[in-house]
């Protein structure tokens, strides 16, 4: 047993779970406490030891200083001696939210956006060429080559995605003449009721410059339109064509050879938590919610008749019959001996369905979901009912894979062509600390570029050093921070 001036004794500790406990601790040590859950680790620790030990020193301070502290209550123990001031550092669970990563955590991510955004070369997405500024000239050809005959309107988007009630502009906008616009999405003809905005909104404000029919003969009358689009717009002009088609050109940055345009380039492109950056398919999230094939048919040693666990999918023993007639299944064998053709059509459908005969009534099943099938019929519910329940019923069968559009890496095409160092924003964050000290080291910039982006690729590789020396090298940026240990 240790001696006395080399221990911390506790006599009858009876605080919470504790059962008049005596132990004696040995001092300068690391000691691990372990035990089942509820067998008193935290209230030992925390609620005993660190308690009475801010308890003291808390005593030990003044009058005055210690009405700016919170007292702590004594613990329930007989006695403690050779206890010292202690402070306590407790585990936390790390952030649940899948947008949550390394780099965001540790603001690295945000210096990153801000340094794409100032030095980054953007490169079209269809192609890989380099974006360059698009004359008016150009985007004129552009809209007569690729909306030649239709019915367009030539729009300026004033004000995108800004707090507000934007009074002033659309005052200004109707002593200019102007009666149509696109606020929010919709649209908006004077005179009309009086327009009053959200202040505390993010609104977008869109004024129809002109509407008419691309023709030769209209080449003029496009090309002025285009040109006042471009000085209200700060350089953009959008598009909008039939079917609900919009098009965005700017004067400032466009493909050499096909034409594809990219407003400027601003941090709010690069995040995956704006719309401005964000993929269309996932929202940012990087993944999307997909029916799973082995939770809607969870036990393939069952028949078909039995296996199909989503309610109101099983179809009918005379419909089964002919669906193993057309794969050469036999009904009452295990789902698992359906060959892969017969799984595939099963799960995600055939694009003609079976010919279930001219003129007759098909079974429902075979007609219905063989030709949708199950892992769509299940989204389809899901994504179209109104009820929280079935909404909750149906997700009990989807599970998150990698985004199809943009394969997990969050963002929209265009702002994923965006380069610095070579390498997209996406492929940065995707390295790990102990690769990217090195490459920000190494970084040089032009005496222009270090007046712009100093300062950042300074924070870049002072946060990136900090996580490296507290031994996180392993760790990449896009690492979800669901994913880390909370100790």
Request: with cysteine.
């Amino acid at each position: 047993m240790p001696e006395p001036s080399d221990a911390i004794r506790i006599r009858g500790a009876r605080q919470h779970n504790l059962k008049d406990v005596s132990i004696d601790l040995p001092r300068n040590r690391f000691i691990v406490i372990t035990g089942v859950s509820g067998s008193g680790k935290s209230s030992l620790a925390f609620d005993t030891l660190y308690a009475e030990g801010q308890r003291r020193y808390i005593e030990s301070l003044s009058a005055y200083a210690r009405q700016f502290l919170g007292q702590m209550d004594k613990p329930d123990v007989d006695s403690i001696e050779g206890l010292s001031p202690a402070i306590a550092i407790e585990q936390r669970a790390g952030s649940r939210n899948p947008r949550s990563t390394v780099g965001t955590v540790t603001e690295i991510y945000d210096y990153l956006r801000l340094l794409f955004a100032r030095i980054g070369v953007p490169h079209c997405p269809n192609d890989g060429e380099e974006i360059a500024p698009q004359s008016v000239d150009k985007i004129v050809e552009s809209i007569q080559s690729q909306a030649k005959g239709e019915k367009i309107d030539l729009v300026a988007p004033v004000v995108r995605s800004k707090k507000g009630e934007h009074r002033d502009v659309l005052d200004s906008l109707r002593g200019q003449g102007y009666r149509r616009f696109a606020i929010d999405g919709v649209d908006v003809r004077l005179p009309g009721p009086e327009i009053r905005l959200a202040k505390n909104k993010q609104h977008t404000i869109e004024v129809v410059i002109d509407t008419f029919e691309v023709a030769p003969e209209e080449a003029a009358r496009l090309a002025e339109a285009v040109e006042l689009a471009r000085k209200m717009a700060d350089g953009l002009v959008v598009v909008r064509r039939p079917g609900g088609v919009r098009q965005m050109f700017s004067s400032r940055r466009a493909c050499p050879k096909c034409g594809f345009s990219i407003e400027e380039l601003t941090p709010r492109m690069f995040s995956f938590n704006s719309p401005f950056g964000a993929c269309t398919e996932c929202s940012g999230i990087g993944a999307t919610l997909h029916a799973d094939p082995d939770l809607i048919v969870p036990d393939k040693d069952k028949p078909l008749s039995r296996a199909i666990s989503v309610w109101g999918l099983t179809p009918s023993s005379s419909a089964i019959t002919r669906f193993g007639a057309m794969f050469g299944y036999e009904p009452r064998r295990p789902v698992r001996e359906l060959n892969e053709k017969g799984w595939q059509a099963l799960m995600y459908g055939t694009e003609r369905g079976p010919d279930v005969g001219a003129g007759r009534a098909s079974h429902w099943w075979l007609g219905g979901w063989l030709r949708e099938g199950l892992v769509p019929a299940v989204e389809r519910r899901w994504k179209s009912t109104k009820s929280e329940g079935a909404k909750e019923y149906y997700l009990g069968f989807m599970t998150f894979h990698p985004c199809r559009k943009c394969e997990g890496r969050r963002l929209k095409p265009e702002s994923l062509a965006v380069t610095v160092l070579g390498k997209s924003i996406s492929e940065i964050v995707g390295m790990t600390v102990g690769e990217l000290v090195p490459m920000f080291r190494a970084l040089t910039l032009t005496d222009h570029d270090e007046q712009i982006v100093g300062q950042v690729v300074k924070e870049v590789r002072a946060r990136l050093g900090f996580l490296q020396n507290v031994g996180l090298a392993y760790l990449s940026l896009d690492r979800a921070s669901a994913t880390l240990s909370g100790g």
